[in-house]
């Protein structure tokens, strides 16, 4: 069975940093893009950033650009964001998503709390 199970998470200051981790089982980690979702409350969950499965390509939201990294170590089946300058509204449930071609969700994780509060 495919799992997805995300850690990292917790509650951090203004302009801290937290670095997520995404570790894959039950599916060839490597042939798969990964996303990063976050889901506030009372809002739509929205993609953050996502890395392709082989040239390691990325893109990244707008509203987190030049403060978050996504990475992947294949060799490990994780796939990392690293978040830093956090503010108040990064705050939200954080999501691991395995990418199958066109962008299709293959498994999603259960999430982990980022709460970015003084």
């Known amino acids: 069975q495919v799992q997805l199970v995300e850690s990292g998470g917790g509650l951090v200051q203004p302009g801290g940093s937290l670095r997520l981790s995404c570790v894959a089982s039950?599916?060839?980690?490597?042939?798969?893009?990964m996303s990063w979702y976050r889901q506030a409350p009372g809002k739509k969950r929205e993609l953050v950033a996502s890395?392709?499965?082989?040239?390691?390509?990325?893109n990244y939201a707008d509203a987190v650009k030049g403060r978050f990294t996504i990475s992947r170590d294949n060799a490990k089946n994780t796939v990392y964001l690293q978040m830093n300058s956090l503010k108040p509204e990064d705050t939200a449930v954080y999501y691991c998503?395995?990418?199958?071609?066109?962008?299709?969700?293959?498994?999603w994780g259960k999430g982990t709390q980022v709460t970015v509060s003084s």
């Open positions: 998503a395995a990418v199958f071609r066109l962008g299709v969700i293959h498994a």
């Open positions: 039950g599916l060839a980690f490597s042939s798969y893009g």
């Open positions: 890395i392709a499965s082989v040239d390691g390509n990325t």
